[in-house]
């Protein structure tokens, strides 16, 4: 697909402001919101903050990694950009919704690319209910946390936790317990995509638990529930040698 108006954004690191300078001057560009496709330039926190911003525009991103983590970038060169950008091949990914309400009763919605986690917020463990579709399939979850996790979030935070890398187009999430103690033996499980997860906080009080979807955090919940936005597509674009399913699948045999 031939992209003929190019938009540019990129993290305050030097290293991606000298790659901006460097593509503006080299590109006819026009602003991000008016753009047939979006070049990101920094890490997967940059990519992140860009998927959410043009979330509702539809616009493809195609992200050049200039920071440290660069899972969800393709590698950076200057030359030859538009021909890389008409060659690149397209992930559709659908975000995670999170509806939060407080123990003071209020509520807040986010959406998340990668996740939902909930922490606990003091010194003592957390402990939650966790249910799906209605059914409780776990009473008393005694631990530091737990996070759903989206296949394209699965080698983030989730990873960290042990949970299970999911093939981008599987119609799965993964559930994902952080450091449980009781019980034990549970690592977690994989849902359906269409699955309606909701946590309920024992002692919300007493124990008080935070909800982060991807950089936004709710503190002080005492029930969450997350899905599937299907209604929601982010675009992101990579280089056919380079895109997202191989590197979620070589992931997988690293080491």
Known sequence: MRRRHIG???SDAEEAQTALAEL????????????????ALGGDGLMLETLHTYM??????????????????????????RERLDRAEEVQLHPLRMLAQ??????RGALAINEVSLLRQSRQAAKIDVGIDGVTRLEELICDGILVATPA??????LSAHGPIIPIG?????????????PRRWRGALLPH????????????????????DYTEVRNVREVTVYEEQSITSHLLFDPEHNLEERILKEQFVP
């Not at 006819?28 to 979006?38: C, M």
């Not at 407080?102 to 509520?107: V, Y």
Request: overall charge negative.
């Open 8 to 10: 540019f954004v990129a």
């Open 24 to 39: 503006q001057a080299r590109y006819s560009h026009v602003p991000p919101e008016e753009a047939d496709v979006i070049v």
């Open 56 to 81: 509702d525009h539809q616009i493809p991103i195609y992200g050049m990694n200039r920071g440290t983590v660069g899972f969800l970038m393709n590698s950076y060169g200057p030359d030859d950009l």
């Open 102 to 107: 407080r123990t003071d009763g209020s509520e």
């Open 153 to 158: 979030g699965s080698t983030a935070y989730n």
């Open 170 to 182: 599987a119609p799965l999430l993964a559930l994902t317990p952080i450091s449980a103690f009781r």
């Open 194 to 213: 269409k699955a309606r997860v909701t946590f309920t906080i024992r002692e919300a009080d007493k124990r008080p638990v935070s909800a982060t979807a």
